[in-house]
């Protein structure tokens, strides 16, 4: 296997708030390639977002703080960095966008001068050329007539056609890596299709790689290489596609695909929510995240946190402690 | 924007019309009707008002009269003063005033801009906390005790010194300006200060301040470009009202530092019970700040897109 | 992680568990929650007890401190809090027969008192005659400032044929004074280089009938000249006519807070009242209604405040409480009447409030058991934030004459009062004005208090 692209290791994020500390983010590890998807799933509230805003420095600090972890772009540290080899790791090594692309654009500025600012003002473009350029993005991101939009301000395009606004801003300085948090949960199913699909084009066309935050497994299938599954602000499995959806091994993942509605399936449809919500991440529990609504759940989980086992295939791991070889139940 | 323009211009004639219909019934039901000829002082001002007024004719021809006359620009003549029309009165006095409300609206926008974001950017440490404190001060304190206080400051001041470093009363110059001035947007100075401090630290956790800052930009790029001109916005939405507060609180200033503006015109207008005069002047007044507000508005269209297209 | 031994791991099924009873804290109801939020508040809760006191102050207060706050205490005029009242007994005023005076220079004929300060000094070979003059700061500037202000109040211009001497008796306080003689030469030109200047500190002085009269003289003990008595006590002093600051401040709190309150309360009522009305029957009704708020919203408020105040016309003797009492209530209500109409018209579209009128209860039934309740906080933040500013509209108004009538005290009024004498007794209208800022100051703290308390919202650290 090469190198990775991007891995993370260890990484653990907090916040203080009036409450008591939160701890979103606890120990999370995970690899990229080169021009792969891939992809984090989890329920609200599990970390997802943190965890890779945290890589970019996007997390207010304070009351924000990486308590521990790396995060290394081809053998670079880029955790708290500014800058790696003369490259922004915002902007220009790694792109962004986020789920309400009706609020996440400058409602005062027009579109095409949000897209130009970073070629203005990093890349030494001149104004012009970089107009030109973000109307070359604009076309690119299948926005019509470009040049005219270009010169509106958001509150004139809808959802989906200012999520393409953000695709061509975050595209602007050519990054390696694009971070894409729940792009289309706010966005209407037609139009989520449409976004996903320009997303994977655009991907294939740069040889660009992709995370893509999601709690929808059916966007998964659609579109991820590799997955990472979390919960309670930690990984419980990762894998590739065909393992996470064909040989999940843990019992969270296998709750929230039974919560997905299939479409192939010709059976009866049963969808099946899990029971109850996650943790209080003020006082994490000191065992499995999930033993409180697991359904195969062991005396041992309560107290004992699970070690990552290894499903047998490549990069297939697992916390679980079904895996255990003293197991009662088979997995 | 045209559209918008008309609609608010015609908004505001009838809020003018109703602020002018109020005047003319709340002063006609004054016990005693002071508007009758007997009590009017001289016999030549009596002749003008029966003129001008139809005083002999029933109340809705009064009323009639009195709205023709507006409409045509002429707000009436003084009660008390022969041949004194109020659109003189106006006209000398008003602009003393709106010298003074000028600078002062200058001195409560700028600063309350300033420290406001200030404050946002060194939020919970020193000078946030000091300027808060001055602000919660500033909020509390009626007008008439910051002008009476800058002027017994002027006075230790001029006294210490043993020259006249800024006049301590009267009207002239620019320095007999500046202090009045200060003093009267002090109030609004501190109360736009917070105003600007909790609207830039709503921007400063906007989703579109995260999306400049993923795309690289630095904390002075971001605040210039993004932050600044959208949290001026809420501050541009209250200036009519400001405006208002400003226009009133000029009364006790130019009381307090001997002042010959309208409003000092108008407090003694209702002290003498010139009825004529206090009519004239309040529909001015009114007129006027209908259209400030209107004007606010117009400008905040201009700095705001989503306003200009409607 | 785990200290235990793996072996020692037990991989039998768990039992079942509870399911998700995770509530952290006890539940409270919507007002205990907010009223331990706001005692967590130390702004809040020391603006509530500043906000008590003055209850107390204002009611208690004149029942502790007996003085009638229309007594004028003619002997102490102008009188700053903690001042000396001591006085001295002296022989009833007599004119000054201009004794020779020894030595030289500006000086003193006699002891200065209250009841004269006798002035003499010596010839100037230029003097057509000499200028003198009071001042009650100290001398700072180069004698070469020839301006008359810079040397105080002109007494008198002396011709040296009258004697070189003079007697004032001008309004004397006890106090320092700093006199000045400036020879003036011809064509009426003051000779300032020439100037010379005395301090003098003058003592107060009563004559025994005087003190007599007053009841200042204890019958059993025998008084005579040179003895010192105690004036009456002034704690924060006088006004310009004599009148006790703290009985005035004590009845002044009762017109400002008897406005600043029981206004808002009445138009807040108004506006509760119109403005469900409106939300409740909706339609055409609630569009007339509210375009109507929108004109008396429109119209200049202070102007009106003083356009009704004509219409009121304040007779001889009436304090005009109630003129502005009526004018805040018609001007006020339309704020209060559109927020608590879009409560309601929100609280309409919750479900529970659908529930019930699916179960058929009457409106009035609606109104008394879901929408006020739920609009309450509300209207108790915005009573709260009305007070302060019908307090700052009764001082305005007052301030500038428009408002409550002299000589019935209101902390406005006395502020328009104290202004008149605010460079040389400052005290008369700071006091007031002080009692206005911290009242305004502890409600507005109270209510940003009130607001954070009832808004159950989480907040971050702020
Ligand atoms: N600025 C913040 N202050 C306090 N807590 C935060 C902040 N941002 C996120 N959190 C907490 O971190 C946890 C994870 O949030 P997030 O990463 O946004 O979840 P996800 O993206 O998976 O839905 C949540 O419990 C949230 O309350
Ligand atoms: S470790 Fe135990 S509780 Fe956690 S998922 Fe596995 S079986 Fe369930
Ligand atoms: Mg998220």
Same mark, same amino acid.
């Given at each position: 296997?090469?190198?990775?692209?991007?891995?993370?290791?260890?990484?653990?994020?907090?916040?203080?708030?009036?409450?008591?500390?939160?701890?979103?983010?606890?120990?999370?590890?995970?690899?990229?390639?080169? +021009?792969?998807?891939?992809?984090?799933?989890?329920?609200?509230?599990?970390?997802?977002?943190?965890?890779?805003?945290?890589? %970019?420095?996007?997390?207010?600090?304070?009351?924000?703080?990486?308590?521990?972890?790396?995060?290394?772009?081809?053998?670079?540290?880029?955790? +708290?960095?500014?800058? %790696?080899?003369?490259?922004?790791?915002?902007?220009?090594?790694?792109?962004?966008?986020?789920?309400?692309?009706?609020?996440?654009?400058?409602?005062?500025?027009?579109?095409?001068?949000?897209?130009?600012?970073?070629?203005?003002?990093?890349?030494?473009?001149?104004?012009?050329?970089?107009?030109?350029?973000?109307?070359?993005?604009?076309?690119?991101?299948?926005?019509?007539?470009?040049?005219?939009?270009?010169?509106?301000?958001?509150?004139?395009?809808?959802?989906?056609?200012?999520?393409?606004?953000?695709?061509?801003?975050?595209?602007?300085?050519?990054?390696?890596?694009?971070?894409?948090?729940?792009?289309?949960?706010?966005?209407?199913?037609?139009?989520?299709?449409?976004?996903?699909?320009?997303?994977?084009?655009?991907?294939?066309?740069?040889?660009?790689?992709?995370?893509?935050?999601?709690?929808?497994?059916?966007?998964?299938?659609?579109?991820?290489?590799?997955?990472?599954?979390?919960?309670?602000? #930690?990984?419980?499995?990762? +894998?590739?596609?065909?393992?996470?959806?064909?040989?999940?091994?843990?019992?969270?993942?296998?709750?929230?695909?039974?919560?997905?509605?299939?479409?192939?399936?010709?059976?009866?449809?049963?969808?099946?929510?899990?029971?109850?919500?996650?943790?209080?991440?003020?006082?994490?529990?000191?065992?499995?995240?999930?033993?409180?609504?697991?359904?195969?759940?062991?005396?041992?989980?309560?107290?004992?946190?699970?070690?990552?086992?290894?499903?047998? #295939?490549?990069?297939?791991?697992?916390?679980?402690?079904?895996?255990?070889?003293?197991?009662?139940?088979?997995? | 924007?045209?559209?918008?323009?008309?609609?608010?211009?015609?908004?505001?004639?009838?809020?003018?019309?109703?602020?002018?219909?109020?005047?003319?019934?709340?002063?006609?039901?004054?016990?005693?009707?002071?508007?009758?000829?007997?009590?009017?002082?001289?016999?030549?001002?009596?002749?003008?008002?029966?003129?001008?007024?139809?005083?002999?004719?029933?109340?809705?021809?009064?009323?009639?009269?009195?709205?023709?006359?507006?409409?045509?620009?002429?707000?009436?003549?003084?009660?008390?003063?022969?041949?004194?029309?109020?659109?003189?009165?106006?006209?000398?006095?008003?602009?003393?005033?709106?010298?003074?409300?000028?600078?002062?609206?200058?001195?409560?926008?700028?600063?309350?801009?300033?420290?406001?974001?200030?404050?946002?950017?060194?939020?919970?440490?020193?000078?946030?906390?000091?300027?808060?404190?001055?602000?919660?001060?500033?909020?509390?304190?009626?007008?008439?005790?910051?002008?009476?206080?800058?002027?017994?400051?002027?006075?230790?001041?001029?006294?210490?010194?043993?020259?006249?470093?800024?006049?301590?009363?009267?009207?002239?110059?620019?320095?007999?300006?500046?202090?009045?001035?200060?003093?009267?947007?002090?109030?609004?100075?501190?109360?736009?200060?917070?105003?600007?401090?909790?609207?830039?630290?709503?921007?400063?956790?906007?989703?579109?301040?995260?999306?400049?800052?993923?795309?690289?930009?630095?904390?002075?790029?971001?605040?210039?470009?993004?932050?600044?001109?959208?949290?001026?916005?809420?501050?541009?939405?209250?200036?009519?009202?400001?405006?208002?507060?400003?226009?009133?609180?000029?009364?006790?200033?130019?009381?307090?530092?001997?002042?010959?503006?309208?409003?000092?015109?108008?407090?003694?207008?209702?002290?003498?019970?010139?009825?004529?005069?206090?009519?004239?002047?309040?529909?001015?007044?009114?007129?006027?700040?209908?259209?400030?507000?209107?004007?606010?508005?117009?400008?905040?269209?201009?700095?705001?897109?989503?306003?200009?297209?409607? | 992680?785990?200290?235990?031994?793996?072996?020692?791991?037990?991989?039998?099924?768990?039992?079942?568990?509870?399911?998700?009873?995770?509530?952290?804290?006890?539940?409270?109801?919507?007002?205990?929650?907010?009223?331990?939020?706001?005692?967590?508040?130390?702004?809040?809760?020391?603006?509530?007890?500043?906000?008590?006191?003055?209850?107390?102050?204002?009611?208690?207060?004149?029942?502790?401190?007996?003085?009638?706050?229309?007594?004028?205490?003619?002997?102490?005029?102008?009188?700053?809090?903690?001042?000396?009242?001591?006085?001295?007994?002296?022989?009833?005023?007599?004119?000054?027969?201009?004794?020779?005076?020894?030595?030289?220079?500006?000086?003193?004929?006699?002891?200065?008192?209250?009841?004269?300060?006798?002035?003499?000094?010596?010839?100037?070979?230029?003097?057509?005659?000499?200028?003198?003059?009071?001042?009650?700061?100290?001398?700072?500037?180069?004698?070469?400032?020839?301006?008359?202000?810079?040397?105080?109040?002109?007494?008198?211009?002396?011709?040296?044929?009258?004697?070189?001497?003079? *007697?004032?008796?001008?309004?004397?306080?006890?106090?320092?004074?700093?006199?000045?003689?400036?020879?003036?030469?011809?064509?009426?030109?003051?000779?300032?280089?020439?100037?010379?200047?005395?301090?003098?500190?003058?003592?107060?002085?009563?004559?025994?009938?005087?003190?007599?009269?007053?009841?200042?003289?204890?019958?059993?003990?025998?008084?005579?000249?040179?003895?010192?008595?105690?004036?009456?006590?002034?704690?924060?002093?006088?006004?310009?006519?004599?009148?006790?600051?703290?009985?005035?401040?004590?009845?002044?709190?009762?017109?400002?807070?008897?406005?600043?309150?029981?206004?808002?309360?009445?138009?807040?009522?108004?506006?509760?009242?119109?403005?469900?009305?409106?939300?409740?029957?909706?339609?055409?009704?609630?569009?007339?209604?509210?375009?109507?708020?929108?004109?008396?919203?429109?119209?200049?408020?202070?102007?009106?405040?003083?356009?009704?105040?004509?219409?009121?016309?304040?007779?001889?003797? *009436?304090?005009?409480?109630?003129?502005?009492?009526?004018?805040?209530?018609?001007?006020?209500?339309?704020?209060?009447?559109?927020?608590?109409?879009?409560?309601?018209?929100?609280?309409?579209?919750?479900?529970?409030?659908?529930?019930?009128?699916?179960?058929?209860?009457?409106?009035?039934?609606?109104?008394?058991?879901?929408?006020?309740?739920?609009?309450?906080?509300?209207?108790?933040?915005?009573?709260?934030?009305?007070?302060?500013?019908?307090?700052?509209? *009764?001082?305005?108004?007052?301030?500038?004459?428009?408002?409550?009538?002299?000589?019935?005290?209101?902390?406005?009024?006395?502020?328009?009062?104290?202004?008149?004498?605010?460079?040389?007794?400052?005290?008369?209208?700071?006091?007031?004005?002080?009692?206005?800022?911290?009242?305004?100051?502890?409600?507005?703290?109270?209510?940003?208090?009130?607001?954070?308390?009832?808004?159950?919202?989480?907040?971050?650290? *702020?």
């Amino acid at each position: 296997m090469t190198r990775p692209l991007l891995e993370v290791e260890d990484l653990a994020v907090e916040f203080d708030t009036h409450g008591g500390t939160v701890k979103a983010v606890r120990g999370v590890s995970f690899a990229l390639h080169e +021009g792969q998807t891939l992809a984090v799933v989890g329920e609200s509230g599990c970390g997802k977002s943190v965890c890779v805003q945290s890589l %970019v420095g996007l997390v207010p600090m304070p009351p924000g703080r990486i308590t521990s972890g790396s995060a290394r772009l081809d053998g670079e540290q880029i955790l +708290g960095r500014e800058t %790696v080899g003369g490259m922004r790791v915002r902007g220009q090594l790694i792109g962004m966008i986020f789920q309400d692309p009706m609020t996440s654009l400058n409602p005062t500025m027009r579109i095409g001068d949000q897209i130009a600012e970073p070629l203005h003002m990093h890349q030494g473009m001149r104004r012009r050329d970089a107009r030109m350029r973000a109307i070359e993005l604009l076309e690119l991101s299948q926005v019509g007539e470009a040049e005219k939009r270009s010169r509106q301000y958001p509150f004139e395009f809808s959802g989906g056609m200012l999520q393409r606004v953000m695709i061509a801003c975050a595209l602007a300085c050519e990054p390696r890596i694009l971070i894409a948090d729940e792009p289309t949960t706010a966005l209407d199913v037609t139009i989520q299709a449409q976004i996903l699909s320009l997303m994977r084009d655009l991907q294939r066309e740069r040889k660009m790689s992709l995370i893509l935050i999601t709690h929808d497994l059916g966007v998964v299938a659609q579109m991820a290489d590799e997955v990472v599954v979390m919960y309670a602000g #930690k990984v419980v499995e990762t +894998g590739s596609a065909d393992d996470i959806f064909y040989a999940s091994g843990h019992p969270y993942t296998q709750g929230l695909k039974s919560a997905m509605p299939q479409n192939q399936d010709r059976r009866a449809q049963q969808l099946e929510p899990i029971a109850g919500s996650p943790p209080d991440l003020f006082d994490p529990p000191t065992g499995c995240g999930y033993f409180e609504r697991c359904p195969r759940a062991m005396q041992v989980c309560e107290a004992h946190q699970p070690p990552d086992f290894d499903l047998g #295939k490549v990069q297939h791991r697992c916390a679980c402690w079904l895996h255990d070889a003293r197991a009662t139940h088979d997995s | 924007m045209w559209r918008y323009t008309l609609k608010r211009l015609i908004q505001g004639l009838i809020t003018v019309w109703f602020i002018a219909t109020t005047t003319f019934f709340v002063m006609h039901f004054v016990p005693g009707d002071p508007l009758s000829d007997a009590r009017a002082t001289s016999e030549q001002i009596r002749e003008n008002l029966e003129a001008r007024y139809g005083l002999d004719k029933p109340l809705y021809q009064q009323y009639y009269i009195y709205l023709r006359n507006i409409a045509s620009g002429d707000l009436g003549i003084s009660f008390t003063q022969q041949n004194r029309e109020v659109n003189d009165i106006i006209r000398e006095h008003f602009p003393v005033s709106a010298a003074l409300g000028v600078l002062a609206v200058v001195f409560a926008a700028l600063g309350g801009i300033l420290w406001g974001a200030l404050t946002a950017l060194f939020r919970n440490r020193m000078p946030d906390v000091v300027i808060m404190f001055l602000v919660v001060l500033g909020v509390s304190v009626p007008s008439f005790v910051f002008a009476a206080l800058g002027q017994l400051s002027l006075v230790t001041l001029n006294d210490w010194l043993g020259v006249s470093v800024l006049p301590v009363a009267g009207w002239g110059s620019v320095q007999h300006l500046l202090v009045p001035a200060l003093v009267l947007g002090l109030g609004t100075m501190a109360f736009l200060t917070r105003l600007m401090r909790s609207s830039m630290l709503e921007v400063t956790n906007a989703d579109y301040v995260r999306t400049a800052k993923a795309k690289g930009l630095n904390a002075t790029q971001i605040f210039i470009r993004h932050q600044l001109r959208n949290a001026i916005l809420p501050v541009i939405t209250v200036l009519g009202p400001a405006i208002a507060t400003i226009t009133t609180g000029g009364f006790v200033v130019e009381l307090v530092f001997a002042i010959p503006g309208l409003g000092r015109f108008f407090v003694q207008s209702v002290q003498q019970l010139d009825y004529t005069v206090i009519m004239g002047t309040t529909v001015f007044y009114g007129g006027f700040l209908v259209f400030m507000v209107i004007a606010v508005d117009l400008v905040y269209g201009l700095i705001d897109p989503r306003v200009r297209v409607e | 992680m785990s200290t235990a031994n793996p072996s020692e791991l037990d991989f039998s099924p768990a039992p079942e568990r509870a399911p998700q009873a995770r509530l952290v804290r006890p539940s409270l109801s919507y007002w205990q929650d907010a009223w331990r939020r706001l005692r967590l508040n130390p702004r809040a809760m020391i603006s509530l007890a500043i906000v008590v006191g003055l209850l107390v102050f204002t009611l208690v207060g004149p029942m502790l401190w007996r003085l009638d706050p229309a007594n004028q205490d003619l002997e102490q005029l102008s009188i700053p809090p903690g001042a000396a009242r001591t006085a001295h007994i002296v022989e009833p005023y007599t004119a000054w027969r201009r004794e020779a005076t020894p030595g030289t220079g500006l000086r003193l004929a006699s002891e200065a008192t209250t009841q004269s300060v006798r002035l003499v000094w010596d010839a100037h070979p230029s003097a057509r005659a000499f200028e003198v003059f009071r001042d009650i700061y100290p001398p700072t500037h180069p004698p070469t400032q020839s301006t008359q202000d810079a040397l105080g109040i002109p007494l008198g211009e002396i011709s040296p044929q009258d004697g070189l001497a003079f *007697e004032d008796r001008l309004a004397l306080e006890p106090i320092t004074y700093y006199y000045h003689v400036v020879p003036v030469g011809a064509g009426n030109r003051l000779l300032s280089d020439a100037r010379e200047t005395i301090e003098v500190e003058v003592t107060r002085a009563i004559t025994l009938e005087e003190a007599t009269q007053r009841g200042l003289v204890s019958t059993g003990k025998k008084t005579q000249v040179g003895d010192e008595v105690e004036l009456a006590w002034h704690p924060l002093g006088t006004d310009y006519l004599g009148r006790d600051m703290l009985a005035r401040l004590m009845y002044g709190a009762r017109v400002s807070l008897f406005i600043g309150i029981v206004a808002p309360f009445l138009y807040v009522l108004l506006g509760v009242a119109y403005g469900s009305l409106a939300g409740f029957v909706g339609g055409a009704t609630d569009q007339t209604l509210m375009r109507f708020a929108d004109f008396v919203v429109a119209l200049p408020f202070l102007l009106f405040m003083i356009l009704f105040k004509v219409l009121f016309g304040i007779g001889p003797g *009436e304090s005009g409480i109630i003129p502005m009492l009526i004018a805040l209530v018609i001007l006020g209500w339309p704020a209060t009447a559109r927020l608590v109409r879009g409560q309601i018209l929100q609280i309409r579209e919750e479900s529970y409030v659908s529930a019930a009128r699916l179960m058929g209860s009457p409106t009035g039934y609606l109104i008394a058991r879901h929408m006020i309740p739920n609009t309450l906080g509300v209207i108790l933040v915005t009573l709260t934030f009305a007070i302060p500013s019908a307090i700052f509209t *009764e001082a305005f108004l007052s301030f500038i004459g428009m408002g409550v009538a002299p000589p019935t005290p209101s902390w406005g009024s006395m502020s328009n009062e104290g202004i008149k004498t605010m460079l040389v007794s400052p005290h008369e209208l700071i006091l007031p004005a002080i009692f206005i800022s911290v009242t305004v100051l502890a409600f507005n703290l109270l209510g940003d208090g009130l607001r954070d308390a009832l808004d159950a919202r989480m907040r971050s650290v *702020e």
